[in-house]
């Protein structure tokens, strides 16, 4: 089976404090893409990374990070010194290269940062 | 400069009715996707084509059909609209099938009433 779980539903913080939301993958595909996108209120849905399988390295982008344990079919990500414009709907997806061609997608957390 | 654009953005229409969302991608990929987001915000897709052909049909009812005139343009008919049609429809792209980024439309939020 294919599938993503984001455990977190909301998440609330206050500016500037780090957050993390979690993302769990379940695919019997050794070769497999990962992404994470994020919705702002106003409804669009943006990419923000692609890892693929065979990358294990951390990522960073400004205040953004992304931790890939695939001992653990993890994809965490993480927004240093949160930012109000941050409040977003954000959503785990894999795409596995074989079998399907398709984004699955978790159910998405929401990032509530409050001034 | 919009990479995916799809109109309308906003859809309120009675249940019965007939309606179409366009799309069209500027990004010069061959693959376009419909996706639909429900009331809970979650994502599933509808389907897929590749340079025209229909590659994915996730289990839609009929009353949903897509068209593609050329790999450039994705178009989505709903014909005898329901109350449970309401939702986001999102267009998207992609170049080919191996495992390159999906990019989304802004979304078009058809209410049915």
């Known amino acids: 089976a294919q599938k993503v779980t984001q455990a977190q539903t909301e998440i609330s913080v206050v500016e500037k404090e780090d957050v993390t939301l979690d993302c769990v993958y379940e695919t019997r595909d050794t070769t497999y893409y990962l992404f994470w996108y994020k919705q702002p209120p106003s409804g669009e849905l943006v990419f923000l990374i692609r890892?693929?399988?065979?990358?294990?390295q951390n990522e960073i982008s400004g205040r953004y990070s992304w931790n890939f344990q695939k001992s653990t079919s993890s994809f965490n990500f993480t927004i240093t010194a949160s930012q109000v414009v941050d409040s977003a709907v954000y959503f785990c997806?894999?795409?596995?290269?074989?079998?399907?061609?398709?984004?699955?997608f978790g159910t998405g957390t929401r990032l509530q940062v409050f001034p | 400069d919009t990479a995916v654009s799809q109109t309308p953005k906003y859809l309120v229409t009675q249940m019965g009715n007939d309606k179409s969302i366009k799309c069209e991608q500027n990004?010069?990929?061959?693959?376009m996707y419909w996706y639909k987001q429900d009331s809970k915000k979650f994502l599933k897709i509808m389907f897929s084509?590749?340079?025209?052909?229909?590659?994915i049909n996730e289990t839609v009812p009929n009353r949903f059909s897509p068209k593609s005139p050329d790999k450039a343009h994705l178009n989505l008919h709903i014909n005898s609209l329901e109350l449970g049609d309401s939702a986001v429809y999102f267009c998207a792209s992609c170049l080919g099938s191996s495992g390159n980024t999906i990019y989304f439309g802004e979304g078009s939020w058809l209410t049915v009433v």
């Open positions: 997806a894999l795409r596995p290269l074989y079998n399907t061609d398709k984004l699955i």
């Open positions: 890892r693929n399988s065979f990358d294990e």
């Open positions: 990004l010069g990929h061959d693959t």
């Open positions: 084509y590749n340079n025209k052909e229909l590659i």
